[in-house]
Every structure is written in structure tokens, then in C-alpha cells.
């Protein structure tokens, strides 16, 4: 089973920033895509970013607007997600996930998430 540890949330005013980690028991984390998800209260989960495995592309929410951006690092197994002049409407719990990379099909069990709280 794969284990995934998100952390670097945290409360923070409009306008600022937030990096997030996810850490990967997967062993084949360099060959997999790997993606963000976030759920706020009182909705579905939804996708946030992914990246491929190895030569780098990204795809985002629509919604984002270039705020966020997403890198990994497979000598260390860990995704990142930074987060760029968030809004009130970025607070959520944020997940990580292998996913199939087009369709952003989660593919492992999920973590306990890190939470992000944006005050306006």
C-alpha cells in the first residue's frame, strides 16, 4: 500500500503564499504522474495540478489562473505545489495522488491531506 504525507499548510491572508510537500512511499514515483487535489468544506474533491513522470508537463485547473505551480522531485520522492496570491476560495484540504496522466484518475489510496486556510 502507498503512503503519502502532505504537509506545509497552514492559515494565511489573502494575497500570500504556501508551498506544500507530498511525501511518497511509492516506489515508482519517477515513473508516475503525480497530481494535487483539494476538497473544500461542503464539496467534491476536485483536481487541482498534475505532472508527468519525467520530461516535465503540467496541467492545471482551469480555475487557477497561473497561480499555482507544480514540481517534484523524484531523488527525494516528493511532490510540491506552490500557491500564489491565494484567495478565500483556495481553502480546502489538499491531497496528492498518482493519477493516470490525461484522465487525473486517482490511482492510490488517500492521505490525510494538509490543510489550507486563506482569511480575507
Known amino acids: 500500500q502507498v503512503h503519502v504525507l502532505e504537509s506545509g499548510g497552514g492559515l494565511v491572508q489573502a494575497g500570500g503564499s504556501l508551498r506544500l510537500s507530498c511525501a511518497s512511499s511509492?516506489?515508482?514515483?519517477?515513473?508516475?504522474?503525480m497530481g494535487w487535489f483539494r476538497q473544500a468544506p461542503g464539496k467534491e474533491r476536485e483536481f487541482v495540478a498534475a505532472?508527468?513522470?519525467?520530461?516535465?508537463?503540467?496541467d492545471y485547473s482551469d480555475s487557477l489562473a497561473g497561480r499555482f505551480a507544480i514540481s517534484r522531485d523524484n531523488a527525494k520522492n516528493t511532490l510540491y505545489l506552490i500557491m500564489n496570491s491565494l484567495k478565500p476560495e483556495d481553502t480546502a484540504i489538499y491531497y496528492c495522488n498518482s493519477v493516470n496522466w490525461g484522465t487525473w484518475e486517482p490511482l492510490d489510496y488517500w492521505g490525510q491531506g494538509t490543510q489550507v486556510t486563506v482569511s480575507s
Open positions: 505532472i508527468s513522470w519525467s520530461d516535465g508537463l503540467t
Open positions: 511509492r516506489r515508482t514515483f519517477s515513473s508516475s504522474a
